[in-house]
């Protein structure tokens, strides 16, 4: 029988939807609907904007101390800490509903990105290591694409029903608690090796030809997390605030519908054009995104921000990845390890770094323009990367 045939009839297709509503949870629920939550809680006074921006930084330093604690735990453990990272997300959306003070959102979304980042790492590990799937990878992190549709709308229902922000977050805590039950049964900590784990499966020709070397994927890694990150903290606001007849969580909506496919294409695109170039493109898409609403702030330039950066910053994260795979053994540090601290360190400096641009101007064109300004530099330390590679490459010729 066909090779190709007996993986695909063997794939564990249910365990890796599991991993993906376990990012559903951790990342679309846990850290992304408080984005779509901010405009309203900023309007009930229940938080301010310069609250939100620090709640936001918070988030991001947990996902960062939250990612660098589990990559460093067994891959045995992983199952655990998934449905660790479901309950513990669980607890945050609850909380939340309390209103109990600028200080305890804050707090809360520390612990609420510590969960997130678990989620990642754990589903990540359990998924490739565990039951050793790696060509799960795609439907993996389209979880978080489908955890910020559902979790928006979600918000755009119940505001229509008049709930306010303390309803609708025990209501997103109940629709997450749906999704891990979902999920909880099929995350075991059983080994289960597919057929793939025994294959050569070096990738495509282009990617292996057109690796960056880890130093500059550090460097794209820190600026990525610093430019997608201010569009992601307040594309609601922005649109409540320059057009006030929009419904600001549809808009958040697309940006998730954006994500959920996302992940596929840029896999393909990654195979298909190389690591360089897929990674130069989804820079350069992701930029011009980041900095339409400042050019053209209509509702079409908008909805052209939520599907152009949602429609990447995924893709980010799948390319470098992989890339990040091919070069590790080039390092004798953890370079996973230093791309999530470069990554991390980035989301917590762009929600400062805006508030403080803010704080001056009363817009946010320029932490957009100063975030798109990052993207293109990381887009062009790509160019950088392949100029020296194919120069290097005319002289060993």
Same mark, same amino acid.
């Given at each position: ?37 901010? +405009? ?47 309950? $513990? ?10 209103? &109990?003070?600028?200080?305890?959102? @804050? ?17 990540? =590990?359990?998924?490739?290591?565990? @039951?050793? *799937?790696?060509?799960?990878? +795609?439907?993996? *992190?389209?979880?978080? #694409? ?21 309803? !609708? ?43 960056? $070397? +880890? ?12 430019g997608y990150i201010v ?13 006030? /007849?929009?419904? +600001?969580? /549809? ?6 519908? $954006? ?9 393909? &695109? ?10 130069? =493109? ?21 909805? #052209? ?21 091919? @070069?590790?053994?080039? @390092?004798?540090?953890?370079?996973? #390890?230093t791309l999530t601290t ?25 932490? !957009? ?5 990052? !993207? ?5 330390a790509c160019f950088v ?13």
């Amino acid at each position: 029988m066909d090779k190709t045939l007996i993986q695909s009839e063997s794939a564990p297709i249910l365990e890796t939807i599991a991993g993906a509503l376990i990012l559903a949870v951790g990342m679309g629920f846990g850290r992304f609907s408080f984005t779509g939550m901010y +405009p309203l809680m900023v309007k009930e006074a229940v938080i301010s904007v310069a609250g939100g921006s620090f709640a936001a930084s918070a988030n991001y330093a947990g996902y960062l101390i939250g990612a660098l604690i589990a990559s460093r735990v067994d891959h045995r453990h992983s199952a655990r800490l998934c449905q660790l990272s479901m309950l $513990g997300t669980l607890t945050c959306l609850l909380l939340l509903s309390l209103h &109990l003070g600028t200080g305890f959102v @804050v707090a809360d979304r520390f612990v609420a990105g510590a969960m997130s980042a678990v989620s990642m790492v754990a589903a990540s =590990i359990w998924l490739f290591h565990v @039951v050793g *799937y790696h060509h799960g990878a +795609p439907v993996l *992190y389209a979880g978080v #694409g489908l955890g910020i549709v559902v979790s928006a709308e979600l918000i755009a229902l119940g505001g229509t029903t008049g709930l306010s922000s303390t309803g !609708l977050w025990v209501l997103l805590a109940v629709a997450a608690a749906i999704l891990c039950s979902v999920a909880w049964s099929k995350v075991t900590g059983k080994t289960r090796i597919h057929a793939e784990e025994h294959c050569a499966s070096a990738g495509s020709t282009a990617t292996s030809r057109s690796t960056i $070397g +880890p130093w500059i994927l550090i460097l794209i890694y820190g600026l990525a997390g610093f430019g997608y990150i201010v569009t992601a903290t307040y594309l609601p606001l922005l649109v409540r605030s320059a057009l006030p /007849h929009t419904d +600001p969580v /549809h808009v958040w909506a697309v940006f998730g519908l $954006g994500a959920a496919p996302s992940c596929f294409l840029w896999h393909w &695109l990654h195979n298909k054009l190389g690591t360089r170039v897929a990674m130069s =493109i989804n820079l350069i898409v992701q930029a011009v995104g980041v900095v339409l609403p400042v050019v053209d702030p209509t509702a079409l330039a908008f909805l #052209g921000s939520a599907v152009l950066v949602g429609g990447t910053f995924m893709g980010t994260v799948t390319i470098l990845m992989s890339a990040a795979k091919r @070069v590790a053994h080039h @390092v004798r540090f953890n370079l996973m #390890g230093t791309l999530t601290t470069a990554f991390g360190t980035g989301q917590i400096l762009g929600p400062l770094v805006a508030n403080q641009l803010f704080a001056h101007t009363q817009s946010f064109n320029q932490p !957009l323009m100063v975030a798109g300004a990052a !993207l293109v530099i990381a887009a062009l330390a790509c160019f950088v990367q392949s100029t020296q590679n194919v120069n290097r490459d005319r002289r060993r010729a």
